[in-house]
């Protein structure tokens, strides 16, 4: 057999060895749909560019009624929510998912709950998110994110036990960024007008010292692109989906 013969065998058979070992995740989406799609174009996008041919990722997707979970968020009653997400994740891992991952910022306030309450592992966002900051050598960001992620210590404070310090906006602006959010972004409509008030919540995030913007909700990509900014813009849905893409390769 000739040489080249020998190597094409060898690469055929590593790729279909890739193929066995690709892993399925389990994306709990629905918070909301408009995002959820993002994350499945984006994994079967990096996944066919990896893989080529007619590769795709194995998925497995169980997508919430977002205003139920909003309800629940704005009554305060997180302990329900969370047992929504945990039921959702254990059906999941029940139907073949090999890893959970949860498609919204917001929702991370139960992560930990949710993680206990599985045997397979879950990608959290604010993690894979911090990887990226750090390796960029920056230490201080900017967050733009729906009121309980900017308010709140559980997304904030994981982030400074990484080594990074997050800026938030000002009341007034944390407002205008979520109702953005709830009242556009999340109902798929995409205003100028708001464009130009991310941008300027954006510049007085700068100004502060914001080395980088983390887009702290899964929408806000639909709105902002790296050319509203002076600086370099973190998109936390594109970060994680493509987190759980190299996962799956692994």
């Not at 305060?76 to 254990?90: C, F, M, N, S, Y």
């Not at 906006?169 to 009242?183: A, D, G, L």
């Not at 007008?193 to 913007?213: C, D, F, T, V």
Request: aromatic share 6%; glycine share 6%; with cysteine.
């Amino acid at each position: 057999m000739k040489r080249g013969e020998v190597m094409m065998k060898i690469r055929i058979k590593k790729r279909e060895e890739r193929l066995m070992a690709l892993k399925t995740v389990g994306l709990i989406g629905g918070m909301s749909w408009e995002s959820s799609i993002l994350y499945y174009k984006i994994m079967n996008e990096l996944v066919q560019r990896k893989l080529g041919g007619l590769n795709s990722a194995k998925t497995i997707t169980y997508s919430l009624n977002f205003e139920e979970i909003a309800a629940l968020q704005k009554a305060g009653r997180w302990k329900e929510a969370a047992d929504v997400l945990i039921d959702t994740a254990r059906r999941l891992e029940k139907a073949g998912a090999d890893i959970i991952v949860i498609c919204t910022n917001t929702m991370h306030k139960v992560a930990k709950e949710v993680e206990q309450a599985i045997e397979i592992p879950l990608l959290h966002i604010v993690d894979a998110t911090a990887s990226q900051i750090l390796a960029s050598g920056f230490s201080k960001v900017g967050l733009l994110a729906t009121k309980y992620t900017m308010e709140q210590e559980f997304y904030i404070e994981r982030f400074r036990k990484l080594g990074i310090d997050v800026l938030i906006p000002s009341k007034e602006e944390r407002e205008v960024v979520h109702q953005v959010i709830f009242e556009e972004l999340c109902k798929g409509k995409v205003k100028p007008e708001s464009r130009e008030n991310y941008k300027k919540i954006i510049n007085n995030l700068i100004q502060k010292g914001a080395q980088g913007i983390i887009l702290g909700c899964t929408e806000i990509t639909l709105l902002v692109k790296c050319e509203d900014s002076e600086v370099p813009l973190f998109d936390t849905t594109y970060i994680h989906a493509e987190e759980a893409v190299r996962y799956a390769l692994q």
